[in-house]
């Protein structure tokens, strides 16, 4: 039963970083999925698939999975280069190309 820490990524259908600041507890899949021959459906065995647990920090979530026993796999979130923009450098006299109408 390994688990799986990580930050979410914001999804391509928003523009900001809403629910993308806390730290995610969930169980990997212990067994595959199964389809039902009657309906299509799919289905699972494993209870722990539902579980999805929110911590603030990295820390509480770490500090979780250790005080009951869950071993885990921490995935750490790769940060963005911030790039510091201005709309008055589409008119410094440093730029490359002129701007022009």
């Known amino acids: 039963m390994l688990a799986r820490i990580y930050r979410p990524a914001k999804t391509a259908m928003q523009s900001g970083k809403a629910r993308t600041r806390d730290w995610r507890l969930e169980f990997e899949p212990a067994s595959a999925r199964t389809i039902d021959p009657l309906m299509g459906w799919t289905s699972s065995s494993d209870m722990n698939g539902q579980v999805r647990l929110t911590f603030d920090t990295k820390e509480e979530a770490i500090a979780y999975a250790e005080r009951y026993g869950i071993p885990?796999?921490?995935?750490?979130?790769?940060?963005?280069?911030?790039?510091?923009?201005?709309?008055?450098?589409?008119?410094?006299?440093?730029?490359k190309v002129p701007w022009t109408h």
Do not use: G, S, T, W
């Not at 796999?73 to 963005?80: D, K, V, Y």
């Open 72 to 95: 885990f796999r921490l995935h750490e979130p790769q940060e963005p280069p911030v790039i510091l923009k201005a709309y008055a450098d589409n008119f410094a006299p440093y730029r």
